[in-house]
């Protein structure tokens, strides 16, 4: 098992979803990260492993970057974004979208690896 680092609660801030007049305004969607790493550094120096903080500015960015109509299309760019620019092994991401009447939320969850 690999060492993890977890991102709960993300607000992405980002023009999405299949009608036009859904994309006019940006809707806050909500992520969540795990990131798996080979192992978490032995000194206390960070950088020996992933800052969570570029990272969450990084995806923030990605997902305000363009519009989208799916969010199966954001997780997807995030993922590869992310197993792209740090030092992780695996990524599972989950976004939620409050959208639907009648529910909390509707959402996505992916997982890729290097």
């Not at 799916?70 to 991401?93: G, M, N, W, Y």
């Amino acid at each position: 098992m690999s060492d993890q680092i977890i991102i709960k609660g993300l607000r992405l801030s980002c023009h999405i979803g299949v009608p036009p007049a859904e994309r006019e305004t940006a809707q806050v969607l909500s992520a969540h990260l795990t990131l798996d790493l080979a192992s978490f550094p032995k000194n206390d120096q960070i950088s020996g492993t992933v800052d969570y903080k570029e990272v969450s500015d990084q995806v923030r960015d990605l997902a305000a970057s363009k519009e989208r109509l799916l969010i199966e299309t954001l997780a997807q760019d995030i993922a590869a974004h992310v197993l792209q620019s740090f030092p992780v092994k695996r990524i599972r991401i989950e976004l939620e979208k409050r959208i639907l009447p009648d529910t909390d939320w509707v959402g996505v969850v992916i997982e890729r690896e290097n």
